[in-house]
């Protein structure tokens, strides 16, 4: 990738969109610890912006590495966990709207444990976000 790529709008768009989803999957976890009352406004709002920025973290990246690399998509380890994560917290919201709170708590905390992963694959595993 070249400095150009590195340094173009995406930079100001995609690393933002993906830490404001992971700080919303641990707002919307804490919620759901901390609260006895399953239906807040606030369960239902960080569930629902965690996914949604979540979401916008994983497109605006698949459009930068198109712009970067040239395909959307290349199975990068750092990709294939934000995938998981993805649908982690897509589950999750879905457990949610079903009322499952069981599963909603597990999904949410697998969500949490995937974020720290995904956050540190960057620096442990070898691939196109190396940063080691």
Sequence with gaps: ???HELNGIMLYVHPPLSITG???IFLFGLSLIRSRNFNL?????????AWLFTLLGLVTGMIWAQVAWGNYWSWDPKETLTLMLFLAVSVGEVAYFERKRNTTRWLALVSCVLV???SLSSFI????HSFA
């Design 1 to 3: 990738m070249s400095s």
């Design 22 to 24: 992971y700080v919303f």
């Design 41 to 49: 406004r606030s369960v239902k709002f960080f569930g629902v912006v």
């Design 116 to 118: 720290m992963v995904t």
């Design 125 to 128: 595993i070898a691939g196109l």
